[in-house]
């Protein structure tokens, strides 16, 4: 028999985006005779709720359907369950970015992602978990941390009221602008140590944050680490833009201010200044002192 499909829908997801594709989402999975229950999404967090608390069997498929918020929630949700074996998860991408559905190799569109959900094919998905700011006890991510300018140009989008592709970019420009001084950050990880003034850091499961910058080109969601890229603050807005854009094809490992490294553990500590950091957009800590981030291998199983 097929397994049951929970479908967790955050219907303001994509500016509204996600509440038109509910109609297709139900003629499809019922067009196909799938067992499956749609839950909505009421307010911040309720996503986590549903994932921790509802019934579920061992090959139950819990369904994020919406954005990387969404997707982080469900994932949060999922893996505070404390279950034998690996949830299985899946995604509907109908949020804005969509980062994490690009990183998994879903894609972009809904009825190819429901196709997948339908066939049920699922594979290994690492999971990390950042300790430190506002969660003290830990916060899960399965796309990627950062710190420093990404977290800000984060902090930007969200006050934009407009429904575009380019919110980040746009974003990143005004956070350009304000160019606030970065951080001095000493970062450990996996028996190696540096200190660096740090106008971006990113510890990355998956390859994209922020619908177009490619923070971790060679990054892969299933190989049981993670990529870390730092750039140190060029203290040049110009060389600064350059670089940053330079992310859009991936491209930062040929400029000399950025370190590009793998590790499993993590421990970033500000030596002076504070960090503002982000876990697949929850933000982390706004002016944080300390962060420890781990990655767990194949913590879930991902329908891709």
């Not at 991408?93 to 879903?106: C, L």
């Not at 991936?250 to 504070?274: H, M, N, P, Y």
């Amino acid at each position: 028999m097929a397994p049951k499909i929970i479908v967790i829908l955050n219907p303001i997801a994509g500016k509204g985006k996600a509440t038109k594709s509910r109609p297709l989402i139900d003629a499809f999975l019922k067009e196909r005779g799938l067992d499956y229950e749609l839950f909505l999404t009421e307010r911040a967090g309720h996503a986590m709720e549903i994932a921790q608390n509802c019934r579920l069997k061992e090959d139950t498929i819990v369904t994020a359907a919406g954005g990387d918020g969404t997707a982080n929630e469900v994932a949060n949700g999922l893996l505070r369950r404390g279950t034998p074996s690996p949830p299985v998860m899946a995604v509907l991408p109908v949020g804005r970015g969509n980062d994490f559905s690009y990183n998994a190799g879903v894609g972009g569109d809904l009825t190819d992602a429901l196709v997948k959900l339908a066939e049920g094919r699922h594979y290994p998905l690492d999971a990390g978990v950042v300790r430190g700011g506002f969660f003290p006890d830990g916060r899960y991510f399965v796309n990627g941390l950062g710190i420093g300018f990404d977290c800000k140009v984060g902090f930007e989008a969200a006050k934009l009221r407009i429904k575009s592709g380019l919110t980040y970019a746009i974003g990143a420009l005004i956070t350009l602008l304000k160019y606030e001084d970065s951080p001095v950050l000493e970062v450990e990880y996996d028996g190696k140590k540096l200190e660096l003034s740090a106008a971006i850091v990113s510890i990355m499961n998956g390859v994209r944050m922020g619908g177009v910058f490619m923070m971790g080109p060679s990054a892969l969601i299933d190989d049981g680490v993670f990529d870390i890229c730092m750039v140190r603050d060029p203290r040049r807005r110009a060389r600064l833009l350059k670089i940053i854009f330079s992310y859009t094809k991936g491209g930062q490992e040929a400029f000399e201010e950025t370190v590009i490294d793998r590790g499993r553990e993590f421990l970033l500590k500000a030596v002076s200044g504070g960090m503002a950091a982000h876990c697949d957009g929850e933000t982390v800590c706004t002016q944080g002192t300390e962060l420890t981030v781990k990655c767990i291998p194949s913590a879930l199983r991902l329908i891709r």
